[in-house]
Each structure stands twice: as C-alpha cells, then as structure tokens.
C-alpha cells in the first residue's frame, strides 16, 4: 500500500495552499466580495495618476508572502511612488544599497513609513538608495510622490512591497488589507492582474462591485 507517499504529498501541498494566518479567510472573502458592509477607508495606488502596473503578489500569495498582508507591485527602479494616504513620515531608510534573495539582504531594504491620521501606518519597500522623497516629520498629502523605487533588500526583482499596519484590540501591530480605488472601481487587489490609478480628472465608478476585473 503507497498510501503514505500520498498522504505525505497531500499534507505537504494543503501547507503549502493554505496560510495559518487567521486573517487570509477574512481576506479572501473581502477579495470575493463576500463582506458587504465594508466601511474601511480606500487608498489610492501607491503610484501616479493615470498609471498602471502589474500586482504581482496579493495578501496571503504563495511565494513570500505567505504570511503577510502586502501587495508586491511590479515596477522599473526609480519609478515614482506616491502616498496612498496623507500622514506624517515616521521612518526613512535610504542607505541600502543590497538586494536579492537571500534573507541577509533585508536589512538593506529603503523604506518609507507614514503614519496616518487614525494612527495606521504604511511602509513603502524596496526604495532605490537614496530614493527617498521625503524626510522623517514631513507631512505628506495623499498622492504626493515620496520615493522612487528599486531593488534593495530581500527582493528577487525591482518591485514596490506595500504594507499597512494597525493596532489590533491587544494593542499589537497587525498587518491589514486594503481597498483601493482603481480605474475599475474600489476593492481588494488580487495577484496577477494590473491596476491602473485613475487620472486625477477621472471619476471613479461610485458603486462597483468587489473583485475589480483585470485590465
Ligand atoms: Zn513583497
């Protein structure tokens, strides 16, 4: 009897499918639309109006962001970032000029952290060295360019890591998805597919329906 190899397999694939993270069930409905009365406040993309690029890895994705609540967007080093919500600038890193794979490059990651006015954050990775926009206390506006992006750190490819923070109800950090407002309208973005910012003219579909089609 072969069973064992098969179980073997099936238990390794399913730990590999499913994220113990509590959160991925709740963001996989949210991506479904599943969870109407949404009332979480809707960034803009992290880029410049009328833009569009690639999401490559959505919250809970299979490569490394398995654990992790953070979009990966695809983009060429030094193109513009922008705040995807008005705040202060609580971090800067830009003195990193390393990256690839191996875990040893992550503290050479640039980043930018702003923090909001409901005191959530968002980190801003991967920034080129010395791609900072902006410096620790600024206050920034929603859209305003803050950095450029590159490579540095823990990445496999010149790509913009987006992450927000809050404080749960134990008063501990804790990574939350987010809406956006697309050219498609506002929901959770979703892996592989490519999302473009709307023009600053641009109205955005006042009720759209969760999950934003692809582009
Ligand atoms: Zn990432």
Redesign the pocket.
Known sequence: MKLFPVILLVSVLSSCAASKNPLRREVKLLERGLIKDDTSYIYDLPFENGKAYYCV?GYFSMF??HE?A???FRMKPGSIICAAREGVVVRVKEDGTRGGMRSKYRKDGNNVVIEHPDGSRAGY??LQTDGALVNVGDTVKRGQPIALSGNTGM?SFP?L???VWDYDRSRRWQQVPTRFETTRGVGYLTAIKRYRKPKAEQPVHPDSHHPIPEE
């Open positions: 890895q490394t962001h992790r953070a979009l990966d990775w991967h990445t790509h890591h987006f992450i």
